[in-house]
């Protein structure tokens, strides 16, 4: 049988689920960048409530929603939110005090995006004609 090599992204998400801390349901597919920067601004929501250990509804004060939204958002339920909407949240969280980068979310987007890009080209080459 061939072994598997994971991505980093997938190592973790192995790793979450082995753990319990996420059940394979809130996995995404992950089709396009716009898919992908969705993911990395749900994540960095995720991250600062476990980091500062708060409770769903904290996050939903802090950015300005309700509870059952924060928790489609915990669930990675993509297609409820605009890219833009996601990041409202997280520039709403960063103006209460959250320790963010943008920068650091849009460097992984550029990551997952080239990565993407790379297996497209493969492929191309793979179906060429030449």
Known sequence: MKKKYLSNEESKLNKDIE???IKPVHIPRLRTSTD????QLCSEIIKFKKEKELRQNDIAASIGINKSEVSKI???QLGEFSSERLLDMVEALIKAGADIRLENVFEEVKKKVAG???KIRAHQKVFSIT
């Open 36 to 39: 992908i920067l969705k993911y």
């Open 116 to 118: 993407i890009d790379r």
């Open 74 to 76: 915990f669930s990675y």
């Open 19 to 21: 753990s319990g801390e």
